[in-house]
């Protein structure tokens, strides 16, 4: 950290902790978050998407990522089932191996201990060029991880129009916008979170108006705008080692 002339890092968490653990000068440290390809993750028409799926109507919710202890799944399926009697709901799970992970079989395990087996959808890893049809086909994403460096899932989903509801950890704040992009929980148990998803599913406009916004946000946050935000990092920095040279 004291050797080198300028530290990147993708949230402003990561900003502070830098400057808390290695006592490092706040001006030494750029912030440069982690873009998206919001031509490969685009909004699909929601109809078309769970077409392609094979997917039916109703309300869906959808979850993309590791499946680990750390990812709040065991959390997450609390409170899908706090409303499993109240709302009509199917929450699909994509990732991990459906055959050989120890922690899919626990997941699976856990759906049937809550009754959950016709609420709940284990996909298994899917080819990428397949997510932006789970997105547009889903209603919500929600990610309840305990930990998050940043959390792409979340701004890939954003970037196909779909509202987020998060825990409030790692980088996740640095671009879900609590109650305009979605909802950021800070407790780390199922009520506030099954609170959250019933809001949003019963208030289809209000789902759709944060969707738009997911959108816009996701559009700001391009690989095109964080390439301009990175180069003029490097050119600054540059520009100031070349000051008294005769280069």
């Not at 919001?38 to 109703?58: C, H, K, N, W, Y």
């Not at 460096?149 to 989903?157: D, N, T």
Request: with cysteine.
């Amino acid at each position: 950290m004291e050797s080198c002339d300028r530290i990147l890092v993708l949230t402003e968490s990561e900003s502070s902790d830098i400057r808390q653990l290695y006592d490092t000068a706040k001006s030494k440290i750029s912030v440069i978050p982690a873009g998206v390809d919001i031509e490969m993750f685009t909004p699909i028409p929601q109809d078309v998407a769970r077409r392609e799926l094979g997917l039916e109507s109703g309300n869906i919710l959808l979850y993309v990522g590791r499946i680990d202890p750390i990812k709040g799944l065991d959390m997450l399926l609390e409170a899908v089932g706090i409303l499993a009697d109240q709302i009509d709901l199917n929450l699909i799970i994509v990732g991990g191996n459906l055959h050989s992970d120890k922690e899919t079989q626990k997941l699976r395990e856990q759906v049937e201990d809550l009754d959950l087996t016709s609420t709940v959808t284990l996909v298994g890893s899917v080819p990428q060029d397949k997510l932006p049809y789970y997105y547009s086909a889903a209603d919500l994403f929600v990610l309840p991880s305990h930990y998050e460096s940043f959390g792409f899932v979340a701004l890939e989903s954003m970037s196909c129009g779909r509202p987020v509801i998060a825990s409030r950890v790692g980088g996740i704040p640095s671009f879900v916008d609590h109650g305009v992009t979605g909802y950021l929980v800070p407790w780390r148990c199922p009520e506030p979170f099954a609170d959250k998803i019933e809001i949003l599913f019963k208030n289809e406009n209000l789902r759709h108006v944060m969707g738009q916004k997911s959108r816009e946000k996701a559009l700001s946050m391009s690989w095109a705008n964080m390439s301009i935000n990175m180069e003029k990092v490097y050119r600054d920095l540059v520009a100031k080692n070349l000051v008294g040279t005769n280069i």
